[in-house]
């Protein structure tokens, strides 16, 4: 069985989507205490390691995991977002430190896997006018791999939910010449809420205040705030009124015939509303996980803005699934080569 390390894991979306794979996970990295409660609740075969990631990327890895270096067959993760430093010209390593990709990178230098898994949000490309990306790139050239990357919404891939990432994958060179990746083919249907939204089991959420609810039940599914009497909507916006835009997030229901947007680490946030298509209120935990394509038994620890938290921080399990069969196929590819 292919191995595989995850950095950043939150709440096992990812992990969750590649092994499923069939990849064997020989360790995640994970900060929220909460977070790594999840993990183990659901895994307890899983070696959760509840740290910062800089006090584990300066240790032996080879030693720390009992692997060779080269050995591993995929790293993954994707590191929050964070701008560099850009001491030098050259836009490589040096200029990350401090960050938490420079761990990330760590890792991969130290233990060259045959493959990586890097998964981020769209704004990473315009991210500091695309020099953000640019130098995680030539980090990513400079540590020996070949890259491949691609948007992917996750609405494509049997997800009831409107959600991009950038999904960056390498491989190490000496195997280029003899594998390629492809990204998997977008499904000809895409799930909507109506496909989804039955029987969810039951779980917490934050419900809406009494004056709110009585407002978003003049709300239409699929409309917001332009379908309801301008003189309560207004009073309801109060400066958002005279934002420029469409605002198109303030009031928003969702309807039972398109996927969810975006599902947030919030149940309530005045700009990016997500109100349940039948009932004056925002989506449960479950709901959400739901929308994130996790399996019902996938439990949840924490308090309740926790578990919303995880959940809108995941990676939709079944995007980073089609993702990852593709590269569990690379790598079944890679060994009948060798073979014959």
């Not at 005045?270 to 996938?298: G, I, M, Y």
Request: charged share 25%.
């Amino acid at each position: 069985m292919f191995t595989t390390i995850e950095l950043f894991a939150g709440a096992g979306g990812l992990a969750l989507g590649v092994e499923k794979a069939g990849f064997d996970t020989i360790g995640l990295i994970e900060f929220d205490a909460d977070a790594c409660d999840t993990l183990r609740k659901n895994r307890p075969n899983w070696n959760v390691i509840h740290d910062d990631i800089a006090n584990i990327s300066c240790l032996d890895l080879e030693e720390y995991f009992h692997i060779k270096k080269g050995e591993l067959d995929l790293l993954s993760g994707g590191a929050p977002c964070q701008a560099f430093s850009y001491a030098g010209k050259r836009l490589g390593f040096e200029d990350t430190r401090g960050t938490l990709f420079y761990h990330y990178a760590i890792f991969l230098q130290k233990l060259q896997p045959k493959m990586f898994l890097f998964e981020n949000v769209r704004g990473l490309l315009t991210h500091d006018r695309g020099k953000t990306y640019q130098t995680m790139l030539n980090v990513f050239e400079e540590s020996g791999y070949s890259i491949q990357k691609q948007v992917m919404n996750a609405w494509d891939y049997g997800v009831a939910q409107k959600r991009e990432r950038l999904i960056t994958i390498g491989i190490r060179n000496d195997l280029k010449n003899r594998i390629s990746y492809s990204f998997p083919r977008p499904h000809k249907y895409k799930p909507v809420l109506r496909d989804i939204l039955n029987d969810v089991p039951e779980s917490p959420y934050v419900p809406y205040g009494e004056k709110k609810k009585k407002i978003f039940e003049l709300v239409p599914p699929g409309g917001y705030w332009r379908d309801i009497d301008p003189k309560i909507a207004k009073e309801y916006m109060q400066s958002c009124w005279y934002m420029g835009g469409g605002r198109t997030g303030i009031l928003r229901r969702l309807s039972l015939d398109e996927p969810s947007l975006t599902v947030l680490t919030s149940p309530s946030q005045k700009q990016t509303e997500r109100c349940h298509p039948l009932e004056a209120r925002p989506f449960t935990v479950r709901e959400n996980a739901r929308c994130q394509s996790f399996p019902d038994e996938w439990q949840f620890c924490g308090g309740v803005s926790s578990q919303y938290k995880q959940v809108g921080n995941a990676v939709p399990v079944n995007l980073a699934y089609e993702v990852a069969v593709q590269i569990h196929r690379v790598l079944e590819e890679s060994e009948n080569a060798v073979a014959s």
